[in-house]
């Protein structure tokens, strides 16, 4: 793998960071509207983007179901129409419904079992987890009973995709003692061998430190898919005081290791719905009959490594808004990932990078000064020539060549970041933990528009 990395050209690598062209920065991704606008009554249902899981062949829509927000009557699931929008979905392609033992008071895996076992089992696939939160629960028989209560609630004999219940929040040890130690990652893989495990994976909240560990061990532990929090906001402004990890990271990790990504919060718990009103009014100025949320989903379903986008359908307009979407998705254009960059600035701020000078990460074996080339880049964002505004703006080509300026005055320029091969060599020497090579993107990118 690190001779691989080596070898790996720097386009390939700007693309994996999703800056520049029609790659990842811009893959700015679909969405289930319901907030605003209609639903596209002139979709398609016979086209909705379908995703081929490179692992097992599985064709999965791109737009997922998520069992977590169902319709309710007096704050009881409301069965019938749940059975109505699982018919709807079914007939107009979407075929991947996620769930969990814990949604719904404990009742979404029943409902959605209800729902999914009047159609053939050939026709879905069905995620569930194993949500043993409770330390009292971190023991091989406790788990067992989990998941065979999830395969008799959902009436099933397999599940397509079983995830391990939101990892990462307290810590890689925490990671070993639940599942490791207690014998429970051994049953799983078992489980998976046997063909009542269809595909294994994660769904992944929290530290970075225990995500390196699940996918650089990934020999050992060989998950089918990740599932992650992914929206235009978390890809670089994901809240780190609250112990999240920018999805940029966290996707590209998971592209280069060879595992797709199943993708939550598309719309940032809603937020991504209800943009303040300039915002709206420069997306409406190029899609002028797009809501934001159709936007946010634009954004994320245009990633290539994504395998499904999943939304909370509680209404059938919602459901039919999400259809219209997706069947099939109009992937963002480079102008359009440009701008859903340049909004997510404008939403949180440009960030600088946190590098305290302590060159711990030095000397870099190519040449590169990392330190300075982050330095230089904050001093850019401090000194208000950063971020670049639009091509199209006046300013643009002056406030490029003051960002080179600053570079060539601070810097040998066998030194800048436009030397950097991905090697990751750096990267357990940072103490502030900073993602150096995807840093090293950013800033090259910058460095070579001119």
């Known amino acids: 793998m690190a001779e691989n990395r080596q070898n790996r050209s720097r386009r390939d690598f700007l693309k994996r960071l999703g800056w520049g062209g029609a790659s990842a920065v811009g893959i700015m991704a679909m969405s289930p509207l319901g907030a605003f606008g209609k639903p596209e009554e002139q979709a398609d249902p016979a086209k909705m983007t379908i995703r081929e899981n490179r692992r097992t062949g599985d064709k999965v829509s791109l737009l997922g179901y998520g069992m977590m927000r ?71 028989e406790s788990a067992k009973k989990m998941y065979q209560r999830s395969m008799e609630l959902l009436k099933v004999d397999y599940i397509d995709y079983y995830l391990l219940h939101n990892v990462g929040g307290k810590g890689t040890d925490d990671f070993k003692a639940r599942f490791e130690d207690s014998g429970i990652m051994e049953f799983v893989q078992q489980e998976r061998k046997a063909g009542r495990i269809r595909n294994l994976g994660f769904s992944f909240h929290g530290s970075v430190e225990t995500f390196d560990y699940l996918i650089d061990n990934n020999d050992d532990f060989e998950w089918d898919f990740v599932q992650i929090q992914m929206n235009y906001i978390d890809w670089r402004h994901a809240d780190a005081r609250r112990g999240n990890t920018d999805a940029e990271y966290l996707y590209n990790k998971l592209e280069k290791a060879g595992i797709q990504c199943v993708i939550m919060e598309p719309l940032l718990g809603g937020r991504l719905a209800k943009v303040p009103e300039d915002v709206q009014n420069m997306m409406m100025e190029v899609r002028p009959s797009d809501s934001p949320a159709r936007w946010a989903f634009r954004w994320v379903g245009s990633h290539p490594n994504v395998l499904t986008v999943l939304s909370g359908m509680t209404s059938m307009e919602v459901l039919q808004e999400n259809v219209g979407t997706f069947a099939p998705l109009d992937a963002c254009s480079e102008s359009e990932n440009t701008l859903m960059a340049k909004i997510a600035d404008k939403m949180n701020g440009v960030p600088v990078i ?29 000194d208000g020539v950063l971020p670049l505004p639009d091509k199209t703006a006046p300013d643009y080509q002056q406030r490029l060549a003051d960002v080179n300026k600053i570079f060539q005055k601070g810097l040998n320029k066998k030194q800048w970041a436009t030397k950097c091969t991905d090697c990751e060599a750096c990267l357990p020497k940072c103490p502030q933990h900073i993602r150096i090579p995807n840093q090293m993107g950013r800033i090259a990118e910058i460095l070579r528009k001119r």
Request: with cysteine; glycine share 8%; net charge negative.
């Open 70 to 140: 169902l319709p309710t009557n007096n704050r009881a699931i409301n069965q019938d129409m749940v059975n109505q929008e699982i018919d709807y979905a079914l007939a107009h392609g979407v075929n991947y419904f996620d769930t969990a033992p814990i949604y719904h008071g404990g009742h979404s895996e029943e409902a959605t079992g209800i729902a999914l076992s009047r159609h053939p089992r050939d026709k879905y696939f069905v995620a569930t987890k194993l949500s043993n939160f409770g330390r009292d629960q971190w023991n091989l």
């Open 354 to 382: 946190p590098c305290t000078y302590c060159k711990y990460c030095m000397p870099c074996g190519f040449g590169l000064n990392i330190p300075e080339n982050f330095a230089l880049y904050n001093k850019a964002v401090t």
